[in-house]
């Protein structure tokens, strides 16, 4: 079992930046490819970026590349997400995500999933 919880997110007006942080418990994180989605209200929940095991690899979707990195550091159990230059259309709720499969993950198949933490960019 994992267990992930979110935190950072919040207001911020457009243009601006947020880091958001995931802490993982329970279960050899370095074992876990780790990802981020995000669902804005009305809408299904979509895929983010993902980072593979040792962080050696990541995936962005085309509408955050350029903007967003993503990072984990396996001896705090904790994947980080940064976001510059953020539009209104990147508001929602973002959900961090873990699996044992760097392709599942991608694909929404994920193992174990946070609550989730509200990000609200205004315009």
């Known amino acids: 079992q994992v267990q992930l919880v979110e935190s950072g997110g919040g207001l911020v007006h457009a243009g601006g930046s947020l880091r958001l942080s995931c802490a993982a418990s329970g279960s050899t994180f370095s074992r876990y490819s780790m990802g981020w989605f995000r669902q804005a209200p009305g ?5 983010v970026v993902a980072i593979s095991r040792s962080g050696g690899s990541s995936v962005y979707a085309d509408s955050v590349k ?12 904790t994947v980080y997400l940064q976001m510059n230059s953020l539009k209104p259309e990147d508001t929602g709720v973002y ?9 599942q993950l ?18």
Request: charged share 25%.
């Open 43 to 47: 809408k299904e929940r979509e895929f």
């Open 66 to 77: 350029g903007r967003f990195t993503i990072s984990r550091d396996n001896g705090k159990n």
């Open 95 to 103: 959900y961090c995500a873990a699996d044992a499969q760097f392709a």
């Open 106 to 123: 991608q694909r929404g198949r994920c193992d174990y999933w946070g609550q989730g933490t509200q990000v609200t960019v205004s315009s």
